[in-house]
């Protein structure tokens, strides 16, 4: 059975995303990666050129975005209807997560029968379960298949709090302040 990833978003952390899953793609079992950019900029020309040239697929909206990102240059694969029924599993990188959620995935998750993962970043409360590699892992697999992996943020302060605590027993209250280079 083949995996087809789709990727959502092309910003902070979707872009090194791709890359990466591009870079291990046999080791994480991905037979096709597809990446849904949503606006064709002249100032990511290169950006677009250089995930495609490390073996991923760009997904585009309709066919008239895909006009505009055949102007610029680039090769475009598949619109977003398509890519969403191609794929396994699907990961939104973007601030809209709640809404595509909303718009494509509940509906997608109900019109068929083919068992899909969807995943959004931190800033999207709501969008499933909340996940932190390694603190709670037993969270996963989740019945309804929507899973919100946390901010960097709370990864961080859970792993010190569970250096102090490993079963957050001895956790009674705690204050936080991150700073960040930004």
Do not use: W
């Not at 975005?65 to 102007?71: A, G, V």
């Not at 598949?78 to 973007?94: E, G, H, K, R």
């Not at 969270?139 to 961080?156: E, G, K």
């Not at 956790?171 to 700073?179: E, H, K, P, S």
């Amino acid at each position: 059975m083949s995996k087809v990833v789709l990727v959502i978003g092309t910003g902070t952390i979707g872009e090194p995303l791709i890359g990466m899953l591009a870079r291990g793609k046999s080791d994480f079992g991905i037979d096709e990666l597809l990446f849904y950019k949503r606006t064709p900029l002249r100032d990511e020309v290169a950006k677009v050129h250089s995930l495609c040239a490390r073996g991923a697929s760009l997904v585009v909206s309709d066919n008239a975005s895909r006009l505009q990102f055949e102007q610029l240059g680039h090769k475009v694969d598949m619109l977003l209807p398509d890519a969403l029924i191609a794929s396994d599993v699907i990961i939104d990188c973007t601030p809209a997560g709640n809404k595509m959620k909303e718009r494509y995935y509940d509906p997608l998750r109900l019109s068929d029968t083919k068992e899909r993962v969807f995943i959004a970043q931190g800033s999207e409360k709501g969008f499933g379960v909340p996940y932190a590699h390694g603190i709670n892992d037993s969270a996963l697999p989740t019945h309804d298949n929507f899973i919100q992996i946390v901010s960097c943020n709370t990864h961080n302060i859970a792993a010190l709090i569970k250096s102090v605590s490993p079963d957050f027993s001895k956790v009674v209250m705690g204050d936080f302040v991150c700073i960040r280079r930004a």
